[in-house]
């Protein structure tokens, strides 16, 4: 799960970490509240979605010469006008992809007078297993331009769980910005409090870019990009409130409700299956056989038919759907129950495409007859590599 850059400095700053004043604003007349708040002279009023490269993004209403998604106000009319040429307006930046995203928030925020601008970020390395620093005194731009093209100016260094955050680290990252003195201690401190802020949230990245050293030499994100462990979510109540689900893929959202692990893919097979490692094997086996597979599901463990008939909703409004694939391992849910569902779900959505059902486990006689008996025309199928076959030939006999 992401949040906004607003969500994310509130979050960082209750750590401790240093962040400028500012005020999220949801219309024009808010953000012009939100600067009286603020001390000026210097305003920056930032598009407030779950993508980057706002600075240098463009809105899709306006004129090309227009300014993007982060903007430098000096007074109270310039903070009126970029809020009114931002919100409700589509905002279109590296990350977005061409159709963009539509700005509904904005942050109204202390404009800092930059001296240098870092890069630093916490995730987890797969590799090592462990939360790594990535550290670079090339912030601002995009880091993944700076990795490809000057990788040696990208540092990181994991931190082990046993001992977790220690002074070390702290002077590393320091050293790696080439800082020194005073702000040298400001950057092991802000080091130190990032990492808490990252296990005290089970975030899975937090990216600061830029890290500011101001002109008065004090460090400052100026910008944070914060992610979470969704599995963690269920002992972060209070997280779970940052979540907007205007930002989230429609689809993937509705699955979410029903506890589905959905995510769309490209292809024409949609698939149902329980747990994901079956969801994995389901579709290579589809690419196997020449098709590719239009989503990943993973219906899970107790596949009743409430979600099952979800799952059938959700896969069938993707209108790339040509067939359903279902396979189901009956463990603990028995094949009976399993193919009830299915019968009930497949009349319930009027299925219009091929759906071949391979079911094993328990009860798996009972749970054929069943489907056998429907009167719906469900292809049966013995194995893996028979259901594939089939689903491939049936689309191909439609086609
Ligand atoms: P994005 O990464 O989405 O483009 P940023 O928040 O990083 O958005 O803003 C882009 C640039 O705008 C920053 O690199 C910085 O130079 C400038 N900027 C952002 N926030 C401030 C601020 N509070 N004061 C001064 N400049 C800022
Ligand atoms: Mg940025």
Request: charged share 25%.
């Amino acid at each position: 799960m992401n949040i906004h850059e607003y969500q994310a400095k509130e979050l960082l700053a209750k750590f401790g970490v240093p962040v400028p004043a500012g005020f999220a604003a949801m219309s024009v007349e808010e953000a012009v509240e939100a600067s009286k708040k603020l001390p000026g002279p210097l305003y920056v009023v930032k598009a407030q979605i779950h993508a980057g490269g706002r600075g240098k993004g463009k809105f899709k209403e306006l004129p090309a010469e227009a300014k993007g998604g982060v903007r430098l106000a000096k007074t109270e009319d310039e903070v009126r006008h970029a809020a009114t040429e931002m919100l409700g307006n589509t905002l279109v930046t590296i990350q977005t992809g061409a159709a963009g995203k539509q700005v509904n928030r904005l942050y109204v925020t202390d404009g800092v007078d930059i001296a240098k601008e870092f890069y630093l970020a916490l995730l987890v390395d797969r590799a090592t297993g462990r939360v790594a620093f990535v550290v670079s005194t090339e912030g601002g731009m995009d880091i993944e331009t700076v990795a490809h093209d000057t990788p040696e100016k990208i540092h990181t260094f994991d931190v082990d769980p046993a001992t977790g955050f220690m002074p070390h680290h702290g002077r590393a990252v320091a050293k790696a910005l080439g800082l020194e003195g005073d702000l040298a201690k400001q950057a092991q401190s802000l080091a130190g409090k990032v990492y808490n802020a990252f296990l005290g949230t089970d975030a899975s990245q937090i990216e600061i870019n830029p890290l500011a050293v101001t002109e008065d030499n004090k460090l400052m994100v100026l910008d944070a990009k914060v992610g979470f462990d969704s599995n963690s979510m269920f002992r972060h109540k209070d997280l779970m409130e940052l979540r907007d689900e205007t930002e989230e893929d429609p689809m993937e959202l509705e699955a979410s409700k029903y506890d589905l692990a959905y995510i769309k893919l490209d292809g024409d097979i949609g698939c149902m299956v329980n747990g994901a490692g079956l969801a994995m094997a389901t579709m290579d086996i589809i690419k196997l056989n020449g098709m590719f597979p239009a989503n990943f599901l993973d219906v899970g463990g107790g596949a009743n038919k409430e979600k099952v008939t979800a799952a059938f909703k959700i896969i069938l409004s993707d209108p790339a759907v040509k067939g359903i694939l279902v396979n189901i391992f009956g463990g603990i849910m028995r094949c009976d129950i399993i193919a009830e569902g299915i019968v009930a779900a497949a009349k319930e959505v009027n299925l219009a495409v091929p759906l071949v059902v391979r079911l094993e486990g328990t009860n798996v006689q009972q749970g054929k007859d069943i489907l056998a008996n429907s009167g719906l025309a469900i292809v049966p199928a013995n194995d893996l590599g028979d259901a594939a076959q089939k689903i491939v030939a049936e689309v191909k006999k439609v086609a």
